[in-house]
């Protein structure tokens, strides 16, 4: 089945400095991948979704990246301001006639002002 | 601005109790979701449904059940709550299956303690 983690459980990075999310998935038939930033006390909000034939897509100050060599992705979010600061999850979909998200557990990034 | 509604924030049951947790989404949305969330082990799915009447256990269905009498609604039940349900629970519905730029939209969550 599908299992999707991250490298780190915690980030702290200076507010302006760029920040990286990385996540790293098992199931090479997932074909749809989505980022959620989760503040305390809130439920999970959609960031930014990539499908497997893409290798990149950008939003306002996030980029995704897919690598699907060694099925990893990354969340890249560009000059990090103190409202960043939340639980980021990715999700992986397990590929077709899958209406199944898996989560991983998170990486709780902390801005520094 | 679409919504996904959770009846309630917090509750408190006593053990043995049956809990209902209601969501309710006003996207026209096909596809609904119950997550729980715990600290160290993240997002593990219980139970969707993917139209009226229809229902699939996910992960962790154990101690579950769910109903979905109307498009819109989707209700978590707990037959008799133990305190290893106490959790976070989290409702999520979405319109297609993997399509671009329709993720997943999630409620604000329903802590519920057992005691």
């Known amino acids: 089945g599908e299992s999707v983690g991250l490298h780190l459980p915690t980030l702290s990075v200076q507010e302006g400095d760029n920040s990286i999310i990385n996540c790293a998935y098992s199931n090479s038939a997932s074909d749809y991948f989505i980022w959620y930033k989760q503040e305390s006390g809130k439920g999970p909000q959609f960031i930014i979704d990539?499908?497997?034939?893409?290798d990149k897509r950008q939003g306002q100050r996030v980029t995704v990246l897919l690598n699907k060599t060694v099925k990893h992705l990354s969340l890249q979010i560009a000059a990090t301001q103190p409202g960043d600061s939340a639980v980021y999850f990715c999700a992986g979909e397990g590929g077709a006639g899958s209406y199944q998200l898996t989560f991983g557990k998170g990486t709780k990034l902390s801005v520094i002002p | 601005d679409v919504k996904v509604t959770q009846s309630s924030r917090y509750l408190v049951k006593r053990t043995g109790e049956k809990v209902f947790l209601e969501c309710v989404q006003d996207?026209?949305?096909?596809?609904m979701f119950w997550y729980r969330q715990d600290p160290g082990l993240g997002l593990r799915l219980i139970y969707f449904?993917?139209?009226?009447?229809?229902?699939e256990k996910g992960d962790i269905p154990e101690g579950y059940s769910v109903s979905r009498e109307k498009k819109e609604r989707f209700s978590l039940i707990l037959e008799s709550a133990s305190t290893n349900q106490t959790s976070m629970y989290l409702c999520?519905?979405?319109?297609?299956?993997?399509?671009?730029?329709?993720?997943?939209?999630f409620g604000s969550g329903t802590r519920l303690t057992v005691v």
């Open positions: 996207m026209d949305h096909e596809n």
């Open positions: 990539i499908r497997s034939n893409m």
């Open positions: 999520a519905s979405s319109l297609f299956h993997g399509t671009l730029g329709n993720g997943y939209t």
């Open positions: 449904s993917y139209d009226v009447k229809m229902k």
